[in-house]
């Protein structure tokens, strides 16, 4: 073989080498990088990690079984929701709370509540009791990010975590429907600063004005805004007495008349 055409196969043979190099080297990177460190990839979202929360045994070890078939999230734990519920949330480094209602909207409101101050990155999926309105905007205030009906498919649960893993809310579309709804009311329900200077009232005895409009008991105020009863009446008696009303009746209308409600 001639010296140029040796040189020609050497160089050659080198650059075939260096291409292998290269592609070694990107499929290393493939592998052993996290996508998001190669040319500015977004990672592929984990698993995620559910803790699951119920009073009754069986239901919680069917919820586990259930999830854990699905093979794209992992079920970290499952407890009581109390005593050791955030302990257990923590320890685990949960992203996702399975939460079964106990029946008690109070009790339920405040365990959300819980949660979410002491383990806030957690997301709360509520599967709730009464499906009511009451029931659902309660909890959304308390935090939940996915609010789903006792009646709920195994389907529905697992769209649910996806959903919420994935950044989303989740609840019922009827119940979507009343959040509008009550975004709206609350929106129209609020008078001038001036008006609400000279009725004198505190910012919760305006939200109560609107539930009194509509016919609530006390007992149904109090469920709505996770007050007793007691605390309901009041803030109706000093109400009553703010506006110079007889009763519950006449504290509408004078709101009414003073430009409060439409």
Do not use: W
Not at 25 to 46: F, H, L, M, Y
Not at 69 to 94: F, H, I, N, W
Not at 155 to 160: L, N, Q, R, S, T
Request: proline letters at 3%.
């Amino acid at each position: 073989m001639s010296t140029g055409a040796r040189q020609s196969f050497q160089s050659s043979e080198q650059g075939l080498r260096k291409l292998r190099s290269n592609g070694d080297r990107r499929t290393s990177i493939g592998q052993d990088e996290s996508p998001e460190r190669v040319r500015g990839e977004v990672r592929p979202a984990t698993k995620p990690r559910v803790y699951l929360a119920a009073e009754n045994r069986l239901l919680r070890e069917a919820l586990s079984r259930m999830l854990a078939k699905r093979g794209d999230m992992e079920v970290v734990g499952m407890e009581t929701v109390e005593p050791s519920l955030t302990a257990g949330l923590l320890k685990e480094e949960a992203d996702i709370l399975l939460l079964t209602s106990r029946g008690n909207m109070i009790e339920d409101v405040l365990a959300i509540r819980k949660v979410r101050a002491t383990v806030p990155r957690v997301q709360v999926i509520l599967i709730g009791v009464t499906g009511t309105e009451a029931e659902f905007l309660q909890c959304v205030r308390a935090g939940v990010r996915g609010y789903l009906p006792r009646d709920a498919s195994a389907e529905d649960v697992v769209e649910g975590v996806r959903a919420v893993q994935a950044g989303k809310a989740v609840c019922p579309g009827t119940l979507c429907a009343a959040l509008f709804q009550h975004f709206e009311r609350e929106a129209t329900s609020f008078p001038s600063a001036g008006v609400r200077q000279r009725l004198g009232l505190t910012r919760r005895e305006q939200q109560l004005i609107p539930l009194i409009a509509e016919g609530l008991t006390n007992k149904e105020i109090a469920n709505r805004f996770c007050l007793s009863e007691q605390t309901v009446k009041n803030h109706l008696y000093r109400m009553k007495h703010k506006v110079g009303a007889g009763d519950r009746l006449d504290i509408v209308q004078v709101c009414r008349i003073q430009g409060f409600m439409v």
